[in-house]
């Protein structure tokens, strides 16, 4: 696989990376904290997971009416939403607990979303945080079916309204990943990133094929054999949570790497990026609503995404605390800190963003 370096002659940079490491470690030296997560991602986890798996227990055991279950459906993709944001996501990292294993379970939460751990860290915790917002290596910007991430991407004329057009297929995330997740396994293997990573081929396509059936099996097949809910009805409810959990974490992703003042670039003809990696980080990625406490509770930190950027196997719930360290410490040093006040303002930014990457 090819690859990027990231370097620069710019002493001030070098000086830059020194001193927030520095200032970082002194910080959770002073306070006598661990940077993994406590009990509150305990707690957390519970709330998630019971918002995920109480409603589906409810539906298969009372069997509500259509218009409970659906808003049953509803809260349950409220809680998948939460579990692949707020759990997994810091167990991927390896920041939800100090406890090995305790990372390795909360991780495999991913399968209850009907998705595969190992598929997520090569594309996000190798591919998305090593090469962030560059044309071909970050997955996460490439383009998908009508939308258009990156300014380096082929443009379309559809893609004039993408900016209108995108939340529909954002809800569609969870779903396509149900079997595009399959190809890209697939491809991983090929293309050597399985073994490179320490795994088998062979046994990754077939545990993923394995948790597919019992995904399915259980989403579908339960509700389907104990129930009295048509075919056709438990598809709908199965659609209907994939799109609300599709719709809140893809549009939350996106507006912290696909809004103005993050950029998109390019390594020179050596492939390398004149910059060093975590100025980098500070270039391609923005904090948004920083003192919505609800948000950074719920989306797991992902408001604070050049913290986490910069620092991923620190557990979201320090985030709010070394955030301001982060902010002044790049602001010393020259380097632009991509902070958008509210949800709102950062919505809204998305959104001009993807209008702009539709017509250039």
Same mark, same amino acid.
């Given at each position: 696989?090819?690859?990027?370096?990231?370097?620069?002659?710019?002493?001030?940079?070098?000086?830059?990376?020194?001193?927030?490491?520095?200032?970082?470690?002194?910080?959770?030296?002073?306070?006598?904290? +661990?940077?993994?997560?406590?009990?509150?991602?305990?707690?957390?986890? &519970?709330?998630?997971?019971?918002?995920?798996?109480?409603?589906?227990? &409810?539906?298969?055991?009372?069997?509500?009416?259509?218009?409970?279950?659906?808003?049953?459906?509803?809260?349950?993709?409220?809680?998948?939403?939460?579990?692949?944001? +707020?759990?997994?996501?810091?167990?991927?990292?390896?920041?939800? +607990?100090?406890?090995?294993?305790?990372?390795?379970?909360?991780?495999?939460?991913?399968? &209850?979303?009907?998705?595969?751990?190992?598929?997520?860290?090569?594309?996000?915790?190798?591919?998305?945080?090593?090469?962030?917002?560059?044309?071909?290596?970050?997955?996460?910007?490439?383009?998908?079916?009508?939308?258009?991430? !990156?300014?380096?991407?082929?443009?379309?004329?559809?893609?004039?309204?993408?900016?209108?057009?995108?939340?529909?297929?954002?809800?569609?995330?969870?779903?396509?990943?149900?079997?595009?997740?399959?190809?890209?396994?697939?491809?991983?293997?090929?293309?050597?990133?399985?073994?490179?990573?320490?795994?088998?081929?062979?046994?990754?396509?077939?545990?993923?094929?394995?948790?597919?059936?019992?995904?399915?099996?259980?989403?579908?097949?339960?509700?389907?054999?104990?129930?009295?809910?048509?075919?056709?009805?438990?598809?709908?409810?199965?659609?209907?949570?994939?799109?609300? *959990?599709?719709?809140?974490?893809?549009?939350?992703?996106?507006?912290?790497?696909?809004?103005?003042?993050?950029?998109?670039?390019? =390594?020179?003809?050596?492939?390398?990026?004149?910059?060093?990696?975590?100025?980098?980080?500070?270039? %391609? %990625?923005?904090?948004?609503?920083?003192?919505?406490?609800?948000?950074?509770?719920?989306?797991?930190?992902?408001?604070?995404?050049?913290?986490?950027?910069?620092? =991923?196997?620190? !557990?979201?719930?320090?985030?709010?605390?070394? *955030? =301001?360290?982060?902010?002044?410490?790049?602001?010393?040093?020259?380097?632009?800190?991509?902070?958008?006040? +509210?949800? %709102?303002?950062?919505?809204?930014?998305?959104?001009?963003?993807?209008?702009?990457?539709?017509?250039?």
């Amino acid at each position: 696989m090819k690859t990027i370096k990231f370097s620069s002659e710019d002493k001030l940079q070098k000086q830059f990376v020194h001193e927030l490491k520095k200032r970082i470690n002194d910080y959770f030296k002073a306070k006598n904290l +661990s940077i993994k997560g406590d009990s509150r991602m305990i707690l957390k986890a &519970l709330v998630m997971l019971s918002m995920y798996i109480l409603p589906f227990t &409810l539906i298969l055991l009372l069997e509500p009416d259509r218009k409970i279950s659906a808003l049953l459906l509803l809260l349950m993709g409220i809680g998948e939403a939460g579990i692949g944001m +707020s759990v997994m996501h810091d167990a991927a990292h390896g920041a939800f +607990s100090s406890k090995k294993w305790n990372n390795t379970l909360f991780a495999s939460t991913m399968f &209850l979303l009907g998705s595969n751990t190992f598929n997520w860290k090569i594309q996000h915790n190798l591919l998305h945080h090593t090469f962030t917002n560059i044309h071909t290596f970050d997955q996460d910007i490439e383009s998908k079916a009508t939308l258009r991430f !990156c300014q380096h991407a082929p443009l379309k004329s559809f893609h004039r309204y993408q900016y209108l057009y995108a939340y529909f297929f954002y809800g569609l995330m969870t779903l396509a990943k149900l079997l595009t997740d399959i190809g890209q396994l697939i491809t991983f293997n090929r293309s050597g990133l399985t073994r490179a990573q320490g795994h088998d081929p062979f046994w990754e396509i077939t545990k993923l094929l394995l948790t597919k059936v019992i995904y399915f099996g259980i989403l579908l097949g339960l509700p389907f054999w104990t129930t009295n809910y048509t075919w056709y009805e438990i598809l709908f409810g199965f659609c209907l949570m994939h799109l609300t *959990a599709g719709i809140i974490m893809s549009t939350i992703f996106q507006m912290a790497h696909v809004v103005e003042g993050s950029q998109q670039p390019l =390594p020179d003809a050596d492939g390398i990026i004149p910059n060093e990696w975590e100025v980098h980080q500070l270039m %391609t %990625t923005s904090d948004f609503a920083r003192h919505n406490r609800f948000l950074s509770w719920y989306a797991g930190g992902l408001n604070f995404q050049i913290e986490h950027h910069l620092f =991923p196997q620190i !557990c979201h719930i320090h985030y709010p605390k070394i *955030a =301001p360290i982060v902010e002044k410490t790049a602001l010393e040093f020259g380097i632009h800190y991509n902070l958008i006040p +509210s949800f %709102t303002q950062a919505f809204l930014s998305h959104a001009r963003r993807l209008k702009q990457l539709g017509i250039n």
